[in-house]
C-alpha cells in the first residue's frame, strides 16, 4: 500500500450531523461506546465529509483514509488487543460501522472487509503463526487485505464456485478467478476461498506478490464510487501450505465472516439513514414554499415521521441483536434479518430524503444521493435482500428454497 | 514534568438552553454534555505533548458529581495517566478554584493548565483564582507554550499584538485556541482509559460567598426586515433610524 495523501477540492459544506435517538436508546449504551461513537463521529467529519463528494465524483478511492482508519482503531475494534484489535465488544464495533457508514458507505466497506471478512478469519481460522505474521499488520493498516468469495459466475451461490487448490508438495496451486472484490486492486493480501480436489471449501491467504496472481480494477460503477473494486485472477499460483487456515472446513468458514460483516453493516446502515433523516428534517425546516417552510406540509410531516420511525426501530433492532452477539449467542438468521431490514429501511429513508430535499436533493450540495446510489450495492453484497428472505424463510419453515 | 490539568463539562453547543426553579438553575435535563472544547482541545492536548516531549505525568481533575466520569473517561482516553474527581456539585467558580487549589498543594504539580474559559458560563476565572490560592504566577489565554527545562515561554494575544512571558514552573496558565490542536481519541486509548487510575475525593468545606439570583436568556432576534432594492431611500432610513449605524 503506497503513501497517499488527500488530493482534490474540499467541499465548502459544514457537515452539521446530529444523531438522533427518540427512544433514548443512549440510556442502554456504556460510557465505552459513547466515547467510541462521539471519536468516530468528530474523526468522520474531520476526515470524510469534507473529501468525500468530490472524491466519489471522480470514482477515486481516498486511500489516504485508510491510515486514518487504522489510527482511529476501525479495524478489528473487537479482536484481542494482543493481535492489535480494540477488545472491544460487538456493540462498540456496531456503533463504530454506524458512523463509518453515516459518513460515506464505502468508507464502512473498508472497514467491514478489513476487520470482519480478513482479520477476523485469520484471528478465528488461522493458526498462531499466521495470526501473528498478519493481524498486527492489517491493524495499523501497514496491510491492506480483500476478501474473496463471489465468482463472475457464482454470487448468490458460493457452493458453486470453481476456483480449486491442487496439492503439489508443500504447496497448493489455486486456479480460478473471484469477482465484486472490495479493494482487491490494492491489496497485499487476500483471504481467498477455493475448493479442495475433494470440493470442499477451504481457505487461503494469498500475497499480492505471488506469481500468476493479478488484482484488475472494476471500472464503471455508479454505487460506492469512492471504493475501489476489482477482481482476483489466480493463473497456477503457488500458495505455501503454511498459508491454508487450518481451523475451518466447509462453506461455514466464509460464511461466519459474512455473518460478522452483515452484522456490521446491519449498524452501518441506521448511520446512512441518519444521515439522510438528519438533512432533511433540516432542508424541510430551511426550505420555505409557499410562504411557509416545507416542513409545514403534512406530506413532510408524514415522511420525516415515518423515517424516524423506521430509524428508531432498526436502532432497537441493533441494540437487541448487539447484546445477542455480546453473549455470543446472535444466530447468522438473526443477523440476515438486521442486515436485510436495515438496509432496505436506510435505502427507503434515502428516496424519501431525496423527495424532501426536491431538485437539491439530486446534487452533491446534500449527503442524500450519494447514500442513496451507494446503498443500493449495500442491499447486493454480503447477501442480497432477496437472498436474506430465503434465509428468513427456510429458518421460520424449514424448507430450503435455495434447492 | 508533573502537570494538572482542569477539565469541566459543559452543554453541548447545540443544546436548547432553558432555566428552572424560577429562573435561578440550569435545567440539565436532556441536555447532551461534552468536555468544555478548551479544557480538551488545548489544555488537555498540550500537556500531553508536554509530556510526550520531556516525560512526566498528566492528571486531569474535575469537581463534580459521578456523572461526570464520562468526562473524565474522555480525558483518558485522550491520553491523560490519571484523574481526580472532587465529589461535589460545584455552585461558583470559587468553590472549585479552591477545592481544586486544596488538591494541588499536596502534589507538587509543576504546572495547572485550564481552558480560558467554559463555553456555558464563559467566566474565565477559575485559573486565576487557582493561581492565586497557590500564590503561582498565572497566564491567561496562552496560545503558544515552550518549555526548556525549568523555564516556559508563553505568548497570549493581546489587542493588536503578542505579548510573550518568561517564567519558571510552577505556574498556571490558561490555555486558549492555537495552543494545541483537537485530539481526537482512538479505540485503544477509550480501552486503555478503563484501567486507568481515578479517584473520588470529597471535597473541602467551603461556603460560598456569592449566590447565583436568577438567569435570563438574550431577547430574540428580530425577524430580518427586507427591503425592496429600488427603494434605497428605505435601507438608508432603516439604517439610520432602526439600525442606527449610519
Ligand atoms: C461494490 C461491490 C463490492 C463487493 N465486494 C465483495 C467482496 O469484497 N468480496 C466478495 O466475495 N464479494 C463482493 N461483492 C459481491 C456481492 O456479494 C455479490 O454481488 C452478491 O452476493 C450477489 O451476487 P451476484 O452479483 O452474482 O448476483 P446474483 O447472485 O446473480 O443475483 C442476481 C439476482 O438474482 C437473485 N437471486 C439469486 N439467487 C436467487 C434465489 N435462489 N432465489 C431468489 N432470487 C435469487 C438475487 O437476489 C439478485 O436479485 C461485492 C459486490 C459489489 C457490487
Known sequence: MPDHQANGVKSAREDRFQGHDYYNIDALLSDDHLLARDAVRNWVKQEVSPIIEDYSNRAECPYHLFKGLAEIGAFGPSLPEEYGGGGMDEIAYGIIMQELERGYSGVRSMASVQGSLVMYPIYRFGSEEQRRKYLPKLASGEMIGCFGLTEPDHGSNPNGMITNIKEDGDHYILNGAKMWITNSPVADVAVVWAKDEEGIVRGVIVEKDMPGFSAPEIHGKWSLRASITGELVFEDVRVPKANILPKVKGLKGPLSCLSKARYGIAWGAIGAAMDCYDSALRYSQERIQFGKPIGQFQLTQKKLAEMITEITKAQLLAWRLGTLANEGKATPAQISMAKRNNVHMALEIARESRQIHGGMGSTNEYPVMRHMMNLETVLTYEGTHDVHLLITGLDITGLNAFS | ?246
Request: glycine share 6%.
Open chain 2, 1 to 246: 514534568m508533573k502537570l494538572l490539568v482542569c477539565v469541566s463539562k459543559t452543554p453541548d453547543t447545540t443544546a436548547k438552553i432553558a432555566f428552572k426553579d424560577n429562573n435561578s438553575a440550569f435545567e440539565e435535563d436532556g441536555v447532551q454534555f461534552i468536555m468544555n472544547p478548551y479544557d480538551e482541545w488545548y489544555a488537555l492536548v498540550r500537556a500531553l505533548e508536554v509530556k510526550e516531549a520531556v516525560g512526566g505525568s498528566v492528571t486531569i481533575i474535575n469537581v463534580g458529581p459521578a456523572a461526570n466520569d464520562t468526562i473524565i473517561r474522555k480525558g483518558l482516553a485522550i491520553g491523560a495517566d490519571s484523574a481526580v474527581r472532587i465529589d461535589a456539585n460545584p455552585q461558583s467558580a470559587m468553590f472549585v478554584a479552591r477545592q481544586i487549589a486544596e488538591y494541588a498543594k499536596g502534589e507538587d504539580f509543576d504546572a495547572i493548565f485550564v481552558g480560558k474559559e467554559t463555553i456555558d458560563h464563559n467566566g474565565s476565572e477559575v485559573g486565576a483564582m487557582v493561581a492565586e490560592l497557590l500564590d503561582q504566577p498565572y497566564i491567561s489565554f496562552a496560545n503558544h507554550l515552550e518549555l526548556d527545562g525549568k523555564v516556559a515561554t508563553i505568548s497570549r494575544e493581546i489587542e493588536g499584538g503578542v505579548e510573550v512571558a518568561e517564567l519558571e514552573v510552577p505556574f498556571v496558565l490558561s490555555a486558549a485556541k492555537g495552543l494545541a490542536e483537537q485530539r481526537i481519541p482512538n479505540m485503544r486509548g477509550i480501552m486503555m482509559a478503563k484501567r486507568k487510575p481515578l479517584k473520588v475525593v470529597p471535597p473541602t468545606a467551603f461556603e460560598d460567598q456569592a449566590v447565583v439570583v436568577s438567569y435570563e436568556l438574550p431577547p430574540a432576534k428580530a425577524a430580518v426586515k427586507m427591503v425592496d432594492p429600488e427603494n434605497l431611500d428605505e435601507l438608508v432610513r432603516l439604517l439610520h433610524e432602526e439600525a442606527k449605524v449610519i
